[in-house]
């Protein structure tokens, strides 16, 4: 822990996250916490592990143990279609068959579902949509169920929807009576509270901007405010070879079944993990241990657990940064290597790093010898301003295309609230743009103050 101490505050001050809390486990229980930086840094309110924080989609794991919860109950069969249970809403027209729409596909991210609305949030007591008016936005099938993965927010959303037809209770009610206080979770809901102590701080985006308090419409995919040490109680209960308190919400048999691979990841989210299961992405090492886990990602928010239920070892990581990413690969990439663990997918975000600022010096590089060439040829008179000339009409049309397109995509990027590979790469990012500015200029002028033809020798 007293290598954590100086290294969480190094990678904090290198990607400028104001706050962290950290919790470790081991042998199948919290061993450590510890919280670092400023929940709210305009006010000078100090990060405690006691802070409440938005836990995003790690919702979707606990979601995921309380429609379990009825599927051990008998309530709900995996494999029926949901309409056997959901009458007060119908699912929007769309080209695919809903009727194939089962829990069991719903809890496996792989029911056809879009990811649903992003970035859309309300204060706290301001009105918003109902839960049935945002899924029939949102819970529109985009291919045929069953078909492959597809990560849905909207999918998770409906699940919520399903708990509370089944049950006719509100669904965070529900989640509180039925999964988080038995869990030990008492720090923990799916309703934001005023009476919350201490208060939810603001959230900060990729650009360091303060993101004040807010709620989404729905709860079950993104929703729960949590502590460090209850999203560490909830990793802990998972682990039933180091059961150290009983609890009564799931089986060991149905926890296994969260944790069993469901379907293959491909795409980005492949690159860090093998398959999803219920609730949890799964990853397998190459000596046959493997580990769960879940990430969350909202406007300012980033939160992220991992465990190896075979051997007890996890740890919890939330912040109140968008520009987490990074941090969180090179902790975790930390963390890997304490457990003797061969190493965890999210590494590959330090090996995109290293990959991109290469990419970006190569390019820094040729963009000052080029500019180096320009003003040599200026300073000798051997280029002029000729925007309209016919000289090497073709290469200076090539550059000036190059020099627009460049251009147009930096406007687009400056255009957006949020750009993923600005919140992978957060500082490299954003060098990549200046290098990207740069290089437009250099082909714009180059291709404005053309070579002056010279006279052909004589024969």
Not at 90 to 108: A, M, Q
Not at 216 to 230: I, M, Q
Not at 295 to 306: A, D, E, I, V
Request: charged share 15%; net charge positive.
């Amino acid at each position: 822990t007293s290598l954590l101490d100086r290294r969480i505050p190094a990678l904090m001050e290198r990607y400028d996250i104001p706050g962290v809390v950290v919790a470790l486990i081991g042998e199948g229980k919290t061993v450590w916490t510890a919280a670092y930086g400023q929940a709210d840094p305009a006010k000078g309110t100090p990060m405690t592990v006691d802070t409440h924080c938005r836990v995003e989609s790690i919702s979707k794991s606990v979601t995921a143990w309380g429609v379990m919860r009825l599927v051990e109950q008998g309530r709900i069969d995996l494999d029926a279609p949901v309409t056997n249970y959901i009458k007060s809403w119908k699912f929007p027209p769309s080209p695919f068959p809903f009727e194939k729409v089962t829990t069991r596909l719903l809890l496996s991210q792989s029911a056809g579902m879009p990811l649903g609305t992003i970035g859309v949030r309300y204060a706290p007591m301001e009105r918003k949509p109902s839960l049935r008016e945002s899924l029939y936005r949102d819970a529109v099938l985009m291919q045929e169920p069953g078909r492959s993965f597809s990560y849905s927010n909207a999918g998770f959303n409906l699940l919520e929807l399903l708990v509370e037809e089944v049950t006719g209770r509100d669904f965070a009610e529900y989640m509180r009576t039925e999964v988080l206080v038995p869990l030990g979770m008492r720090n923990s809901s799916y309703e934001w509270n005023a009476e919350m102590r201490p208060p939810v701080p603001p959230g900060h985006d990729t650009n360091g901007r303060a993101v004040p308090v807010y709620v989404y419409p729905e709860k079950a995919a993104g929703g729960l405010f949590s502590t460090v040490g209850d999203i560490a109680a909830f990793v802990t209960a998972g682990m039933t070879r180091f059961s150290h308190e009983r609890h009564d919400v799931l089986s060991a048999r149905s926890i296994a079944a969260l944790y069993a691979p469901r379907v293959e990841i491909p795409g980005l989210y492949g690159l860090a993990f093998d398959a999803y299961g219920f609730g949890h992405f799964i990853e397998r090492f190459s000596d046959g241990t493997f580990a769960v886990s879940h990430g969350g990602q909202g406007t300012g928010w980033m939160t992220h657990f991992h465990s190896v239920p075979g051997t007890g070892d996890g740890i919890v990581i939330l912040t109140n940064s968008q520009r987490s990413w990074p941090f969180f690969a090179e902790l975790l990439g930390d963390w890997a290597a304490w457990c003797g663990l061969p190493g965890v997918g999210m590494g590959l975000i330090v090996k995109g790093q290293k990959i991109l600022w290469a990419l970006i010096t190569f390019v820094a590089l040729a963009v000052i010898a080029q500019a180096a060439r320009l003003g040599r040829g200026l300073a000798r008179g051997g280029r002029s301003f000729a925007p309209l000339g016919t000289s090497r009409r073709g290469p200076r049309a090539a550059q000036f295309a190059l020099a627009l397109t460049l251009s147009g995509v930096l406007a687009w990027a400056l255009s957006l609230d949020y750009l993923f590979l600005t919140s992978v790469f957060p500082i490299a990012a954003v060098w990549l743009g200046y290098v990207m500015a740069l290089a437009a200029a250099v082909l714009a002028a180059s291709a404005m103050l053309p070579e002056a033809n010279r006279p052909a020798l004589p024969r």
